[in-house]
């Protein structure tokens, strides 16, 4: 494997600084959390307003939705974005949200503090090369039937344009078992902090597709060593216009939250 | 599955006109071939000549190279673009190459007469949307990861923004076998033909990455029904800058040219 | 990997004698048909009268089933053989069929010419090494997840037992895509035929469980290089106690093997 | 899913007595480990007395090894099995080991307490069925293909006989990714505490392949809720006859006991 640019030289662990003194990497372990896609200024004030309530810095929504058919909801765009930013503005959040056009990224960097890269797009090297052009944080989701490596090259790719803030998440690969919507790999954790100084999340919502099994992964996740998780969170998951059957409530958060801050500090104490 | 344009309705099966009577789908059965990449002058003319002897009326040649590692030849972009197209010229062939970029197609547009969507863009639904608004036929590889029913939706992102001439090509998914680089799919072909109107070729050099495999694999393509095959040449594929080892030399293409010409005579028959 | 019995020294290429001049591999092409599961007399009969006006030689028929839950039909056990033996008899086929057990070899030996070893046993090394004592024929189907190198030690285990009249079957492996039962990987034929001295044959009723591509993917079986096919075939499809979707009815037989014939005519000129 | 012994009926949950008050299942944690192959006495004793110092109650080694080549190292049979009686013994430790044929169970009933059946032998019904007419319990591994309905289904197969104490173990499944020998698929654990009644314990030693994945991987199944590990731990790694690569040594044991025991105690609060 050649990597240069997001290996792991003389055991540095990069900290990606989001501003605020919010940090990603390191010691630091982040909650981001928001619905699958931003659907109108009352569902996403609500949800920015409790989870600020519960100490979440970075809200996510999704504007600009890659979905698997044309006539499936595809998202507000720029309309959303704005929405989004307005909402984590008014409870000092940053928000962070998936651009799949390079020709969307000028204008969506006044909204977005950190650009995701969705799964779809983790070896569209158009789009890697054009965010790593950017002076903002990138997170780069693990591509659904991506190896351990052909992720970090895509990595590599961001990284060689002069981009080096990037956080990597790992969402789930595709397998034979379709019980969950994908099969969660939380062994890239350790294999991504051996040999790489990149931080990496996990998002146990789109990795399961199941509301019931996102908070017993994201147990998991803590333990295993990820620096930080991404959660789908709804007020109603029942009426979400996408994603609702993996989305949290407010309750569900508040208890993932409580347990994950809980694993946490156990598992601070021997690393 | 929702498809309203690419479906198969009245049993109609889609020809698409490429140009100088030449015909993909249908009772047509098309052979495309060229190098993985256009390396230079030579290497393209030389391989184009020895292709129009053949009979082979549709060149192929990458010039925008999607590579996992931002550290191997990406190709000679526009560069590469024109030595193709002027190849093709001298020998009244077409020309298709892939594009990555959405801003690279209108540029593109005077070389290109098929457009290539790659692999690992499939779901670059920026790319589907703006290729779909394109007057030249475009060919829509199966995502490596992509089920055909993911596979038809993306085509149908295509033909919704009114670009219906959209050829699919099968060219292996990826398995845990590893012996071959991927694992092709020949199923997808009696498959698409059953749920979709559009014509389905088949790539056995990417589907196998082993040029022993390709002959015999070209060989169950036209026997399962597949409406042609793109084929990776090289006129020494021991030097090629990608792809040498599953690339044909100018004897082996000619065998596999006049087998494949025999079964398709013999399938005819009883179809 | 390490292949002493099995493998190709000096391009041999094993032909297996199943007796009355049956044999299987070299230039042979086998046809092997019958019932998913022995269900009574009179279907195995029928099926076998019918089959041998069509010039099968080759009986195949569960007596022992292999079934994901144990409230599905386990199959009529020695009560099964001892029909499937007499069918055969009267119509002088060979008789194929599976055994799970290794207690039950002995008591098989007089009704099965060619004891099968199912895909879910592919690794069960104490049935491997306890056929591999018997001086009948082994076809032994590759596991749903089985590498082509594990297929061949798992033959190896066999012959070093004494036993190398083996027949490998391609049955379709695991993948992600779902709308077929196993994605059948026509690819190991000519692979097999590359690192081994054994016959393939191809079993498409499995490898696909849709009957609409049983026909096909034969096609395509017998352009590849099988050296067979084994195809499940039932008076009456639909009341099939297992399997009856993937079955062929009497008039598609037909059909199928008047198909196969004309290719392998076809292939055989250049091969 | 039909599932009538092996379910959830009226939240029970069951926990299954492996004799002088250990228990696994329900509110109990168990750390079962050992050499992967019962080597030798000194081997064996000296990893018994290790563990048994440590606290650890089961000790494992393998006796009948299924290995993919006939080649390798096939472990010792009821030779192994007794040095691994006598060690436990020793040490008032209880043993586990697999056993792949039926006709060996009665000989190794007396120096077994759990009878494992392996990940490839999770189909093998003629072996499920005779061990569910034995009075001692199970462990199953999920088949390395197996979705969690199949592996659920084969259950079924082993308490219909009438052996109900049935240990479940995640032990990785076969994906493209190659980095490690398997993909860990905690989300199993949390799946089948929903659907089913039995405890469900995680080897992270086969499930990943490599030393140092071991740890953080245990560290994530206690977190997601499962029942126990299973790990191998050989007195010298590098020496070992097989599975040197995935095997700690004592130093790394005692410090994953150290871990799992904090992390249980973390989760015990709020479950």
């Keep these: 494997m050649d990597i240069k640019k997001v290996g792991k030289i003389n055991n540095s662990k990069k900290v990606i600084d989001i501003g605020d003194n919010i940090k990603i990497g390191g010691d630091n372990f982040v909650i981001i959390a ?25 809200l996510r929504g999704g504007a600009f939705k890659p979905r698997t058919s044309p006539y499936s909801f595809q998202g507000l765009g720029f309309k959303g974005l704005k929405l989004l930013k307005n909402a984590a503005k008014s409870y000092n959040m940053k ?13 969506a960097y006044e909204y977005v503090d950190i650009f995701q890269i969705g799964s779809r797009n983790m070896q569209n090297f158009s789009l890697l090369k054009e965010i790593g052009k950017v002076d903002k944080p990138v997170l780069l ?19 060689l344009e002069g981009n080096e803030n990037i956080i990597l998440c790992e969402r789930g690969i595709r397998t034979f078992e379709n019980y969950t919507r994908n099969t969660l790999d939380l ?35 803590v333990a295993v060593g990820a620096d930080g998780l991404i959660i789908e969170v709804h007020p109603n998951p029942s009426e979400a216009l996408s994603d ?9 958060i508040k208890k993932l939250i409580h347990e994950i801050n809980s694993i946490k500090t156990c598992i601070n104490k021997f690393e």
């Excluded at 989701?141 to 990284?159: N, S």
């Excluded at 350790?190 to 992964?217: A, E, F, Q, Y």
């Design 95 to 107: 928000v962070i949200s998936e651009i799949m056009d390079p020709r969307d990224i000028e204008n």
């Design 244 to 252: 609702g059957e993996q989305s949290l409530d407010f309750v569900e």
């Design 141 to 159: 989701k693990r591509g659904m039937a991506a190896t351990v490596e052909e992720w970090l090259m895509a990595a590599e790719y961001i990284a």
């Design 34 to 58: 928001g619905p699958c896609a931003v659907e109108n200024e009352e569902q996403v004030n609500k949800t920015a307003e409790y989870l600020n309530k519960l100490g979440v810095k970075i």
């Design 187 to 221: 062994t890239a954790v350790p294999i991504i902090k051996d040999l790489s100084c990149l931080p990496i999340i996990v998002d146990p919502s789109h990795g399961t597709g199941r509301r019931n099994l996102v908070i017993p992964m994201s147990r998991a996740a």
